[in-house]
Nanobody, 127 residues
């Protein structure tokens, strides 16, 4: 059974850094695309970044996090390194997959239509 478990959330000051981890079990991680999303209260879920299967090597970042967030694979986990965290970054952060090999888009942004989601990890940015 496919399971995704997020960890690494917490509270940081503006300008600070956090590294989130998405541990994936039940599948061979190298074969599938994994995406990170976030959802703030009262807002729609937003796709942040995606890494495609290992053979592809394709990564995607939405405009608001490009240059600040880095996605990578570390054994059975997909990490999201977040730097220069800003007051508009707080949210619950989720990882997800539809068990396809490539990142899937809806228009210019990542599709939120995924078969498997983690439960999320909270990120707070506050001085």
């Amino acid at each position: 059974q496919v399971q995704l478990v997020e960890s690494g959330g917490g509270s940081v000051q503006p300008g600070g850094s956090l590294t989130l981890s998405c541990t994936v079990s039940g599948v061979t991680l190298d074969w599938y695309a994994i995406a990170w999303f976030r959802q703030a209260p009262g807002k729609e879920r937003l796709g942040l970044s995606c890494i495609a299967n290992t053979n592809s090597g394709h990564v995607f970042y939405t405009t608001s996090v490009k240059g600040r967030f880095t996605i990578s694979i570390d054994e059975n986990a997909v990490q999201l390194q977040m730097t220069d965290l800003r007051p508009d970054d707080p949210a619950v952060y989720y990882c997800a997959t539809d068990l396809g090999p490539y990142c899937v888009f809806s228009g210019q942004e990542l599709s939120t239509s995924k078969s498997f989601w983690g439960r999320g990890t909270q990120v707070v940015v506050s001085s």
